[in-house]
């Protein structure tokens, strides 16, 4: 009874959002604004439906109702209850109910912040927003129904959740991920009823701003607990893997980071217009993309969904209505738009552009990387895979002008900027970077002409430029305790952020070059000695969980004698799925992560074990949690709360 | 020229050239990390119209079913050698270290790594997927023909070996 229910919400949901692809839109043209009034109300109402949607599916999970085929092939009896929660997203058909739920979702909070805006521009974004929904709705009504029933013949027991999503990280993991990739609709939606307007201005930009960066915090989030969860679930303690799908969710974060930055560029100076337009459709055509390369199946990857042709070809015919569509509007309506605003070679704006060059490259590689394997296979060259070196090499390549020029970037003014007066202060920052990071490593003993030292260099430059230039802005307000309050919260956010990064590249950098692995064979009692860590198998003895058996080990970790820690790895059989699982035993500490997985069992009473000891990995997700921060402080910003003059309110609404 | 029209011809240029730079070094570098897929019978016969055979010491992926009853272990560590089948020939991988969890006799892998004779291939990386219902694409349309029954809906019978 339930289930029928959410089958009706959905439907309704779809009927709400049809009218919400129409209605407004068309009375923003015909100048109707009873039409343009109806938005909002149907913007509320399909999240509303698409809630109880959600629900329903919820409780058909949690009531383990075996009829539904979603349920049957995802769920059990045995799976913990927030699991059972957690599944209903856990599958291509509840994945994307959720999608819908957070588009809605969007499209609400638009309907519902968005009282500075004109009429007639809210009418229309909310317009292009239900065109998106109805995309969606449509999608999973027909193509991917969650409520399906496989009455009268049922199974009494369900095939259980994939083991590997049975984890903390899931259930954070995709609803954070999503609220970035489905967020960057709503800075689509903007641009695309602003060319529709043909009016492009600072006020735009101070719109789209808080909106482009709400989506970028969650897709940094989302990206970052994808990394911590596959470096916990995997058992190979790797924390990014190039996988298509981890690509899939890169490309549209390196062009919204592109879209963040150019938006600030459009905002202060009124200049980049064209561009900022171009990126905001990029980064949601990219997020599309990415739903097409993980729900199509036409790659392969640990991530993807079951394969399935017909779906894989709605999601592409959307993505080229999108994309061909929106496009095709920038070409007639853009030429139109003119930047008055001048700027000299050595400027914020040539910086910013730079910095727009660079992530665009890295967006360009990862698509040609990603999808250079399936050109190369439909053309049939045979089959190939691009290996991981292409990657990091080429972003090797990319980081070093990149983290350079992103010290040097706040530095530099608005419209022009003199060599000399940065000479001093940046001369400074670079002797402190360099004492800072030779210090560091020289304390560690390990200084060496290597990646560690360069990533070091680097990551120095960048953090101790952004405090630096932090510094100086407050003391242009007379005193550090007097600036601090009068610099703005978007300014902190920035140099938050652009820390995030530096501690990302330390990072990255320290545990590429100094982690340490080692596979052995061990039996009870014995030790293996690995960067000064004595790890010696205390115990393995059989496991009982809930829908799990399998093995555990206990491990005593010992330092030069010294106890350390107690570490316990499991290797965990899921009865149903009788599929087999690594739970990594993890001891984390800022400067080191001690990762023991158990393997196979050996013949001779012995086990398989992989140890490694890696240095500073916590800090690529701190980096990544402090960006993320960074975004969230400068969207406290009290700017975007400002209500728009009444004379520009007029002079946007008459456009 | 006017300022204007020489700080934006700058401006073309160096996208010019620093694009055309980008893509070359990707390209460069695309062509040293192309892996080609080989099935066991590809790799002995060749790959393609021209018959064209891996060298020795190549980087490739080979895929295939590991033959039943082909594994063996070394007692004292972590080494292991396998057979690999498709439809003919048999192929030997060789690895160190510890196999992914789903490793089994009959199950469809993917092993990453480099030819050391012509039918032997030392591994970097076993693959297999988390599911034991997959089978890689790859391997799945080679072995067109042999149905591959999941373990799962084996019957006890003939499933054992």
């Not at chain 1, 459009?266 to 993309?289: I, P, Q």
């Not at chain 1, 960074?630 to 520009?648: E, F, Q, S, V």
């Not at chain 2, 060789?94 to 030819?115: K, N, S």
């Amino acid at each position: 009874m339930i289930v029928e229910a959410g089958q009706l919400a959905l439907t309704f949901a779809f009927a709400l959002s049809l009218l919400l692809a129409i209605l407004p839109l068309y009375g923003s043209f015909v100048a109707n604004q009873r039409m343009l009034l109806l938005a909002k109300p149907l913007a509320l109402g399909q999240f509303l439906f698409c809630l109880l949607a959600m629900l329903a599916l919820i409780y058909a999970f949690r009531t383990n109702d075996f009829t539904v085929v979603n349920v049957a092939q995802n769920s059990s009896t045995t799976l913990p209850w927030y699991y059972q929660i957690t599944a209903s997203f856990g599958s291509h058909e509840g994945s994307m109910l959720l999608w819908v739920l957070m588009l809605a979702g969007w499209t609400a909070l638009v309907a519902q912040f968005s009282k500075a805006l004109p009429l007639l521009l809210l009418g229309r974004i909310l317009g292009i927003l239900g065109i998106i929904c109805v995309g969606f709705i449509a999608f999973s009504l027909f193509m991917s129904n969650p409520f399906e029933r496989s009455l009268p013949f049922f199974p009494v027991e369900g095939r259980d959740l994939n083991p590997l999503l049975q984890d903390f990280g899931m259930i954070m993991h995709p609803p954070t991920l999503y609220m970035g990739y489905v967020g960057f609709a709503v800075a689509f939606a903007f641009a695309i009823a602003a060319l529709m307007g043909g009016r492009f201005d600072s006020v735009w930009a101070r719109w789209v701003r808080p909106w482009a960066l709400a989506a970028w915090l969650f897709l940094t989030l989302g990206i970052m607990l994808g990394s911590w969860w596959a470096y916990n679930e995997l058992g190979w303690g790797g924390w990014w893997f190039w996988d298509p799908v981890e690509n899939a969710s890169f490309m549209p974060w390196l062009a919204g980071t592109a879209l963040i930055h150019s938006l600030a560029v459009t905002e202060k100076r009124g200049t980049f217009k064209s561009w900022t337009v171009l990126l905001a459709l990029a980064a949601f055509a990219l997020s599309l993309v990415g739903a097409f390369l993980v729900r199509s199946g036409v790659l392969v990857s640990v991530h993807s969904f079951a394969t399935d042709p017909g779906r894989g070809m709605y999601l592409l015919v959307f993505l080229l209505l999108v994309v061909g569509g929106s496009l095709l509007l920038y070409g007639m309506r853009m030429n139109s738009v003119r930047s008055q605003a001048r700027y000299q070679l050595f400027s914020r704006e040539m910086v910013l552009w730079g910095n727009n060059i660079f992530l665009l490259t890295a967006c360009l590689i990862v698509f040609l990387g990603t999808l250079f394997p399936l050109f190369h296979k439909e053309l049939g060259l045979g089959s190939i895979s691009i290996g991981e070196p292409f990657f990091n090499q080429m972003f090797y390549y990319l980081t070093i002008p990149f983290a350079l020029m992103l010290g040097l970037g706040p530095w530099v003014r608005w419209k022009q900027q003199q060599f000399t007066p940065l000479v001093k202060p940046l001369g400074l920052v670079a002797v402190a970077s360099l004492v800072l990071a030779l210090g560091v490593l020289a304390s560690m003993q390990s200084v060496q002409a290597n990646l560690a030292l360069l990533g070091m260099l680097l990551g120095a430059w960048v953090g101790v430029s952004a405090l630096a230039e932090v510094m100086l802005r407050m003391r242009q307000f007379g005193s550090v305790t007097q600036g601090m309050t009068k610099l703005n919260a978007s300014h902190y956010g920035m140099t938050l952020a652009h820390i995030g990064f530096a501690v990302l590249v330390i990072g990255v950098a320290m545990t590429k070059t100094y982690t340490e692995e080692r596979d052995v064979r061990m039996e009870e009692g014995d030790t293996a000695t690995l960067a000064g860590y004595q790890f010696t198998l205390v115990d393995v003895y059989d496991l009982d969980g809930p829908n799990y058996g399998g093995q555990a080990a206990e491990l005593d970790v010992r330092k030069d004698g010294r106890y350390i820690t107690h570490l316990h790895a499991e290797k965990r059989f899921y009865r149903i799925q009788r599929t087999i699982m690594t739970e990594a035993a993890v001891h984390a500490r800022l400067s080191r992560d001690l990762y023991v997985s158990l393997g196979e069992e050996l013949p001779g009473n012995a086990w398989a074990l992989r140890i490694q000891v890696k240095p500073f990995v916590r800090w690529i997700w701190l980096g990544g949690l402090l960006m993320s921060l960074g975004a969230l402080l400068a969207l406290a910003d009290k700017r975007y709360r400002r209500k728009t003059p009444p004379a520009i309110k007029q002079e946007v609404a008459n456009a | 020229m006017q300022p204007r029209r020489q700080k934006r011809l700058f401006a073309i240029l160096l996208v010019i050239g620093l694009l055309t730079g980008a893509v070359a070094a990707m390209l460069y570098a695309l062509q040293q990390n192309i892996d080609l897929f080989y099935t066991p019978s590809q790799l002995v016969d060749g790959l393609g119209k021209d018959k064209i055979k891996p060298q020795v010491g190549q980087r490739l992926r080979i895929g295939g079913m590991v033959v039943a009853g082909s594994v063996k272990r070394d007692p004292e560590s972590l080494k292991v050698s396998f057979d690999l089948v498709d439809t003919g020939p048999l192929v030997t991988v060789i690895y160190e270290g510890i196999l992914p969890d789903l490793f089994r006799e009959g199950q469809g892998i993917v092993a990453q790594g480099v030819l050391q004779d012509a039918t032997t291939i030392k591994a970097s990386e076993v693959l297999a997927k988390h599911d034991e219902e997959y089978m890689p694409p790859e391997v799945a349309e080679a072995l067109k023909g042999i149905r591959h029954v999941p373990p799962s809906q084996q019957q006890p019978a003939s499933g054992s070996y």
